[in-house]
């Protein structure tokens, strides 16, 4: 088995990168490191993970001159090495793929995740999508989604939640140090309830505001509550000023970016975890990881239904699912929680069960092993 692995990056922190790094890493375990090569079109920067990841070629950027090298470093590959698998983790490479893929033969298998497939495709996007003999999502909302739409013949789409590594994400007391270096309240002396992600405008669907408005509605009842939001973003400024003119701003903390290696206790530190998303265009999520990553930790965790998200959740056994624009309803869940910390012990214990039986890198392994085999019909699985 051969298989050429095409991405716009595995570098930065975002969801599908983070989703191509843990499959990467999966295929090079189940067929061996030289039988995966990876080309990445984006390079790493000051913004990458700090644990380094090999990839075989990087164009290095997304500019008109690094799309064409990439292009044509990609049909060299695929015509000197004769991959078995061409394997695209995004949908927006999957025409130049599609195409390239003829020149060996290849198979073709396409990563779908979420709002990149209900935002408008380009022609050569959709022409893809459409072409690609296999394609897999990571949650079933999007699949039934491309299903519904006529994108994809009717049940024709895989699905492979994400994944967590479970030997980083564990419950447990948070580091002190970590705590100061954040500025994070002591768990012991607070309620800490916390978001985590990429504070961008262009993530605003991940409900940034209307947490901190839900939290404005349940921080008088609550003196000891506080709101962590956590990471970097051009966003920030605005939430700052939105948490001031809430009257709010004393109880929200801002931690900034947090280093992969702080992830954890950064998690642990919380008492309940919200992202809870909305769908639109250029809005929406697959299955969001960060609600996983706190669910491994064993936080409780709230999530939308407009979208994958709710898929993390088991209602009443590790979280709620709310809609994104009740924010009484949001606001209820928080103050239902400070107050009842049985049903939070509760809940923290489900979340860890529930990561552990659906959400480890073994299953994620396991179901990408019979995805390939049952497609491509090639060797076993080592």
Partial sequence: MKILFVTPGCFDKGGISRYSRYQISALRDLWGEGAVRVFSL???????????????????????AAKVRFAL???KEILLWRPDVVHVAHVNLSGLAWGLAHLSNAKTLLNTYGLEVWSGLSPDAALGLRKMQ??????????????????????????????????QFSPGGPSPVVLARYGIPDPELHFNLMTLGRLSFSAAHKGYERLLKAFAIVAPLYPQCR???????????????QAA????????????????????????????????????LQRGEGIPLTPLEAMACGVPILVGNHDGSQEAVATGENGFVLDPFDLDAHAGIIGR???????????????????????????????????????FKKEDCV
């Fill in 134 to 167: 296999h394609v897999l999502s990571d949650c079933y909302y999007t699949a039934c989604y491309l299903e519904n739409e006529g994108l994809r013949p009717a049940k024709s789409t895989s699905v492979i939640w994400d994944c967590v590594d479970l030997d």
């Fill in 245 to 280: 003119s809430l009257g709010v701003n004393d109880r929200v903390i801002f931690t900034g970016m947090v280093h992969d290696g702080d992830l954890a206790d950064v998690y642990r530190a919380a008492h309940l975890f919200s992202l809870v998303s909305d769908r639109g």
């Fill in 73 to 75: 470093r990609l049909a």
């Fill in 42 to 64: 984006l390079g790493q920067n000051c913004d990458s993970f700090e644990e380094d990841f090999k990839v075989h070629w990087s164009a290095g950027g997304i500019g008109m």
């Fill in 227 to 241: 709101l962590i939001i956590a990471g970097k973003g051009d966003m920030c400024e605005e939430l700052r000023r």
């Fill in 337 to 375: 929680l400070v107050a009842d910390r049985e049903l939070l012990h509760k809940l923290g214990v489900g979340a860890t069960k529930r990561a552990r039986q659906f959400f480890s890198y073994e299953d994620f392994r396991e179901k990408n092993c019979e995805l390939y085999t049952e497609i």
